[in-house]
């Protein structure tokens, strides 16, 4: 972040400054919102939720080296040297703060959204256009009306290109979220049944997403999973809010890019050739199962919107290494493999990980599989699919763990997976998954966030040997 003046920040979020600190002048090139590792000379927000208030922090954060803060309200006392701006709302002041912040940089965004894929897409377009730009992106999945603001507050003269992850789980929330980011390109990867609890059926998943389009900058490029039903359908429709050009990418007849021959050595990384409208090449991609051409195309499809060649597109996909917790690939010793695919779920990411691990080489497969979460009332009949889908793959075993994978586990017993276990609670699991983790034996780890998948992830590896 560049350094503000106190002035700057006053003007940006229309606030006030109380107490006796009186220099506008004095300078902040950090936002904080941890008061637990608040860096010294920071500005400090202090957020508000159901159950917590960030302002009981705000004299931990000024005496760990907080430079002042924002606060909703007057305080009682003021420690001197430090600055409090008054605002209305903290979370308000954020999104403020990012938007005046973010226009003080001419240069394009690209942003992303869909329901499965997000961070993957947004790494690789990321990786792709790192090939020739210098790229501020998103974080981890740092991608809400917290994580956004925040990125955008990283923004420096160095960045040619924004690469930001927008998600969402309610309604409403994607037009906050574009009127912050305002993006010139924007990539969906697909409509599916994340957080369908939210929004009743995958249709007004669509509309939610679209709204990404309000606050689009005039002429913003669409590009499109042109394999979607939802999305081809909409890029066709009546109903278009985007005024720009619209690319699909997928690997149908009659799409803009298209990914054909596709290959896998099953270890570690997969081959496709991608047609474009300036040409074909091929390319090779650092992951694995069929979805990773979908990245692929709207990276490709971005990349040459911004002028890069297909060898530099081609060099940027070899370049593409996954979040942490997103299909990573841990090989161990004695010819054990971790598929370390534990950092969210939803019934789409768990069929595409069960087949990669349904072709992955390995003499026994094993998935161990958690609850998905916020499906509503069609939890048990989409956790019951995956069980099914288990049965029509080559996987050897089910470990299956939470509440709501009890539905997994049944399906699967019904379906003739060869191995069902089924446990209540993650520790419940871990001796079964000793017995399992033998040699040649290959597992697959995933679940939704809130089952921290991760740290059966840390136990496998703390039984099996480094490769």
């Not at 990321?126 to 955008?152: H, M, Q, R, W």
Request: aromatic fraction near 8%; charge should be negative.
């Amino acid at each position: 972040m560049e350094a503000l003046t106190i002035r700057e920040i006053l003007e940006a979020v229309n606030g006030r400054l109380l107490g006796e600190f009186d220099d506008v002048e004095a300078v902040i090139s950090k936002v904080e919102t941890d008061s637990r590792t608040i860096s010294e000379g920071a500005l400090f927000l202090p957020l508000m939720g159901e159950r917590f208030d960030g302002h009981a922090y705000i004299n931990d954060a000024l005496e760990a080296g907080a430079a002042g803060c924002f606060t909703q309200r007057e305080r009682e006392s003021y420690l001197p040297g430090k600055f409090y701006i008054k605002v209305d709302s903290t979370y308000r002041a954020l999104r403020d703060l990012a938007v005046w912040y973010k226009n003080r940089f001419n240069i394009p965004v690209v942003a992303i959204t869909g329901s499965v894929g997000k961070t993957t897409a947004k790494d690789m377009i990321a990786a792709v256009l790192s090939e020739k730009y210098n790229v501020l992106k998103t974080e981890g999945n740092k991608n809400n009306d917290i994580g956004l603001p925040l990125t955008l507050l990283r923004l420096g003269r160095e960045h040619q290109i924004a690469v930001l992850e927008l998600g969402i789980n309610h309604p409403g929330e994607m037009d906050y979220l574009s009127a912050i980011a305002q993006p010139d390109v924007v990539c969906i990867t697909n409509i599916g049944d994340s957080h369908i609890e939210a929004f009743g059926c995958r249709e007004n998943t669509l509309k939610a997403k679209l709204e990404v389009f309000d606050h689009a900058k005039p002429g913003c490029t669409a590009v499109l999973n042109g394999d979607d039903e939802l999305l081809r359908a909409a890029a066709a429709g009546p109903d278009i809010s985007w005024t720009g050009s619209t690319i699909l990418v997928g690997r149908g007849e009659g799409l803009d890019y298209r990914a054909d021959g596709l290959e896998s050595d099953w270890r570690s990384q997969m081959s496709c050739q991608v047609t474009t409208p300036k040409g074909d090449c091929h390319m090779d991609i650092p992951g694995l199962g069929e979805h990773m051409v979908y990245p692929t195309l709207l990276a490709t499809a971005v990349g040459e919107k911004f002028g890069m060649t297909l060898e530099e597109i081609a060099a940027g996909v070899r370049n593409f290494a996954p979040t942490k917790m997103r299909m990573n690939i841990l090989p161990r010793a004695e010819g054990i493999t971790i598929l370390d695919d534990s950092y969210n779920a939803n019934p789409q990411s768990m069929r595409a990980a069960i087949e990669v691990l349904d072709g992955y080489t390995g003499n026994y497969k094993v998935a161990v599989l958690g609850d998905m979460f916020e499906l509503g009332p069609l939890a048990g009949v989409l956790h019951a699919g995956v069980g099914e889908f288990l049965g029509r793959s080559h996987v050897d075993c089910l470990v299956a763990v939470g509440e709501l994978a009890k539905s997994i586990y049944d399906a699967a017993m019904n379906s003739d997976v060869p191995q069902c276990y089924y446990f209540a609670a993650k520790e419940e699991a871990l001796p079964q998954l000793r017995e399992l983790a033998g040699p040649g034996t290959t597992l697959l780890v995933k679940a939704s966030r809130g089952m921290a998948f991760e740290t059966i992830t840390e136990y496998l590896k703390s039984i099996t040997k480094e490769a």
